[in-house]
């Protein structure tokens, strides 16, 4: 049980270790208005719980998304951050301390999408894993990862919200949300490999 338990936690680790900036930058966002904190929680155990069901069937012999496909969700955080980007210039000239200026990132389904999106590696690791694990630490393995999105959400808002953070990023708050999430939008879609597909296609 506890080698189950060390394997998932470096298992949960090395899958989700980029999760840390995502969500630091949404709690860092939270502090400034939108999203709320509950939502980022909530979204983030929505889209992990989402990646462990895929993997769970995917290991059962099943194929919900075929794997040329799942590229695609990297358009989540693209279409997001170019949409929050879109709403900063526009709000370039309002005063910092309006309300309406305040970052909006995401929703509770927002922040699902983009935990999703960035899940490729997670089912491609956990699918033969669990195909070949028994049942029960199957079980073990999911409820220490359940855990440890406790643990990231705690660490991400932590340093999202540290007042030595958020002086730091002040002059460059506006700017950092949409270039996080077209960043990983893009990372997604060109690592994936779906722009080479979709230019095949197209030629």
């Known amino acids: 049980m506890l080698a189950t ?19 630091t930058v949404l709690f860092l966002a939270s502090s400034r208005g939108k999203p709320r904190p ?16 895929i993997s769970v069937i995917a290991a059962l012999g099943l194929t919900i998304v075929p794997d040329e496909w799942v590229g ?6 693209l ?4 949409w929050t980007l879109v709403r900063g ?15 909006s990132a995401v929703g509770l389904w927002g922040v699902a999408g983009i935990t999703i999106a960035n899940g490729a590696d997670n089912i491609s690791l956990y699918t033969p894993i669990f ?16 855990i440890l999105v406790a ?22 708050e506006h ?8 960043g990983l939008g893009l990372f997604i879609l060109i690592e994936s490999g779906v722009i080479v597909r979709l230019f095949e296609v197209l030629a």
């Open 79 to 82: 279409g997001i951050g170019i």
């Open 5 to 23: 338990i060390g394997s998932a936690i470096g298992l949960f680790a090395a899958t989700n270790i980029d999760d840390i900036v995502v969500l």
């Open 38 to 53: 509950w939502q980022i929680i909530a979204g983030q155990y929505l889209g992990f719980i989402t990646l462990v069901v």
């Open 131 to 146: 195909r070949t694990s028994t049942p029960g630490d199957v079980v073990i393995m999911i409820v220490v990862f359940l």
């Open 151 to 172: 643990v990231w959400c705690a660490a991400g808002r932590l340093i999202g919200t540290h007042k030595a953070v958020t002086e730091t990023l002040e002059r460059v």
């Open 89 to 103: 210039l526009r709000r370039n000239g309002d005063d910092d301390d309006d309300d309406d200026d305040k970052i």
């Open 175 to 182: 700017w950092l949300v949409p270039v996080v999430f077209i």
């Open 72 to 77: 695609f969700l990297g358009l989540i955080p």
